[in-house]
């Protein structure tokens, strides 16, 4: 079934030049792009993404780590892609990470992890209408 999912590419990605690798990286994966931009956190906007996790004792780093440059977004469409893009991310956790996914070649540490993506088609939905101001993507469709 074709989903749709949400990808980040953080700062510490941002800033080290890796963009270009990670795009080529999901279009070799097969993913199709649905809708792409470039923004910058604000504390609000931060906090409502990762509402989840207030309160945890990573929470204020995560913020001002995300609020320190450009993040890109990208909408991706494929059959199963909310799966499939956490498999080619990799673990949150270092120790975990695979060679050949994302967070394996370009994390540079828990936080610093270069990529978030989506933990469920629910998840998706949500992010997607946080960072692209809409509930209703319809009109990205191919
Ligand atoms: P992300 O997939 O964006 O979701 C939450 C983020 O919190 C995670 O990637 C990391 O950047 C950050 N983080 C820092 N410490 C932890 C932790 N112990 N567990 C989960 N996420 C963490």
């Known amino acids: 079934m074709k989903e749709k999912s949400l990808l980040l590419i953080k700062p510490n990605a941002v800033r080290n030049k890796h963009i270009g690798h990670i795009i080529t990286i999901l279009e070799e994966n097969n993913f199709h792009f649905c809708a792409l931009k470039i923004f910058r956190f604000n504390r609000e906007?931060?906090?409502?993404?990762?509402?989840?996790?207030?309160?945890?004792?990573?929470f204020e780093?995560?913020?001002?780590?995300m609020m320190s440059d450009f993040i890109v977004a990208i909408i991706v469409q494929k059959d199963n892609a909310v799966q499939e893009?956490?498999?080619?991310?990799?673990?949150?956790?270092?120790?975990?990470?695979?060679?050949?996914?994302?967070?394996?070649?370009?994390?540079?540490?828990?936080?610093?992890?270069?990529?978030?993506?989506?933990d469920s088609i629910d998840s998706a939905k949500r992010e997607i209408g946080i960072i692209f101001n809409t509930e209703n993507t319809e009109n990205t469709e191919k």
């Open 61 to 65: 780093n995560l913020l001002n780590f």
């Open 85 to 118: 893009l956490r498999d080619l991310i990799g673990d949150v956790n270092p120790e975990k990470r695979k060679p050949g996914t994302i967070r394996y070649l370009y994390a540079e540490g828990i936080t610093e992890n270069a990529v978030h993506a989506s």
């Open 45 to 58: 906007l931060a906090e409502h993404f990762y509402a989840e996790h207030k309160g945890k004792s990573f």
